[in-house]
């Protein structure tokens, strides 16, 4: 069945392709031949830039035609997804009329668009790419008000007022990046943009599920926490990240069937095709009204199976990092969410056994969703 994500897909994946060749003719929801020779180069050129050694990242590759490119036509869909998996699982819905929100690195608007489609309403989008910020213009049909702004110089002004959400994607790790001290600057950056949260916002960050871009979300997760803020998703824990004192990673994937466009590309460029990782972290400068439920935890691995059919996860929750298991079986009301979870999702266990490694589901748990 086709979702209500993969649906707006479609239809952004169709605009995209009239903006970027306004003058030609195509295909409405994919590449003809001769394009995806040239646009899967310059998709690999650009992943190629912003993974590894990341030279891109940080410089102005959306200043390119070719940046501009690879950008629109492969990375945008992935990153509209991925802000509305994120607003899911971080529990963030707009308040009554819409709220307000302050974007910054938006791009060709991709998060913006995802904002908007998830019911967001007066949206403010700054990034220093006077270009990108049109596109998302465009893309928008003219919903959100932008403003060029350099997240690196210590004069970049925003717009008046208080936010109900300050949201950035794969924009933080791209600032000061060669910096040694960028843990601090970003922690300064996030201090200074709390205190235009309006009573009760957020701040959602994405980021990169790469190990080195994780591992450099997660130390900046223990020093928000260290510095006061209060961490509401996806940790359980407010105190030291479990997963980062055991050098393992924590991020989240992203659910969706691939548009044509997409799927295409990932072919001709030779991309993964599994669902696009994400990591992500939201922050309130308030303690949350409302905090995880007990025994909350959140999946941080892939699913694992035995040489005995017993499926294992692997948790974090209020006792840190633990192992869910469940033995093969039918009966159980709980199996079929059971056998849905990924990595990422939350979920809230009662009557499970304690076994040598972690929790172990029996007949009588009751197992629920939680984001
Ligand atoms: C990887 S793109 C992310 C775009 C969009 N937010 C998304 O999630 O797809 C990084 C964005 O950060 C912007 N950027 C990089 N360095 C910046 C800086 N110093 N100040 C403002 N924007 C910056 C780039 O122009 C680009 O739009």
């Not at 220093?128 to 350099?150: G, K, M, Y």
């Not at 669902?275 to 699913?303: D, M």
């Not at 298991?325 to 199996?335: F, H, I, K, L, V």
Request: one cysteine or more.
């Amino acid at each position: 069945m086709t979702s209500p994500l993969d649906t707006a897909l479609r239809g952004h994946t169709r605009a995209l392709l009239t903006l970027w060749r306004p003058n030609r003719k195509g295909p409405p929801d994919r590449l003809t031949h001769d394009e995806l020779r040239e646009v899967a180069q310059a998709v690999k050129r650009l992943s190629a830039g912003l993974s590894g050694e990341r030279n891109k990242a940080g410089r102005d590759y959306l200043g390119t035609e070719d940046g501009r490119t690879a950008y629109l036509l492969h990375f945008w869909p992935v990153s509209y997804a991925q802000t509305r998996a994120a607003l899911k699982l971080a529990g963030l819905t707009p308040p009554p009329g819409g709220g307000r929100v302050l974007e910054l690195g938006a791009g060709p608007g991709p998060g913006a668009m995802g904002l908007l489609d998830e019911g967001w309403g007066e949206l403010h989008c700054g990034d220093r790419n006077a270009e990108a910020l049109q596109s998302l213009q465009t893309l928008t049909r003219d919903r959100a008000q932008t403003f060029v702004w350099d997240g690196e110089s210590p004069d970049a002004a925003l717009p008046p007022g208080a936010f109900d959400l300050l949201f950035a994607s794969h924009v933080l790790s791209e600032l000061w990046k060669r910096a040694p001290d960028r843990v601090e600057r970003r922690l300064d950056l996030l201090q200074s943009l709390t205190r235009r949260l309006s009573p009760g916002g957020q701040l959602l960050l994405i980021e990169p599920a790469t190990h080195l871009l994780n591992a450099e979300l997660l130390a900046l997760r223990d020093a928000v926490a260290a510095a006061g803020l209060f961490i509401t998703a996806p940790c359980v824990p407010q105190g030291p990240c479990p997963a980062r004192a055991e050098g393992v990673a924590c991020h989240a994937a992203t659910r969706w069937t691939p548009p044509p466009l997409t799927e295409q590309l990932t072919r001709a460029a030779f991309i993964s095709k599994e669902a696009p990782a994400f990591s992500y972290l939201c922050l309130s400068a308030e303690a949350p009204a409302a905090g995880p439920p007990a025994g909350a935890l959140r999946v941080i691995s892939e699913r694992l199976t035995n040489k005995a059919g017993r499926e294992r996860v692997v948790t974090c929750g209020a006792e840190g990092k633990q192992s869910l298991s469940a033995p093969p079986g039918q009966g159980e009301t709980w199996r079929g969410l059971w056998r849905g979870l990924s990595r990422g999702d939350g979920v809230v266990v009662e009557g499970a056994e304690r076994r040598e490694t972690g929790l172990g589901l029996t007949a009588g748990s009751v197992v629920t969703g939680w984001r």
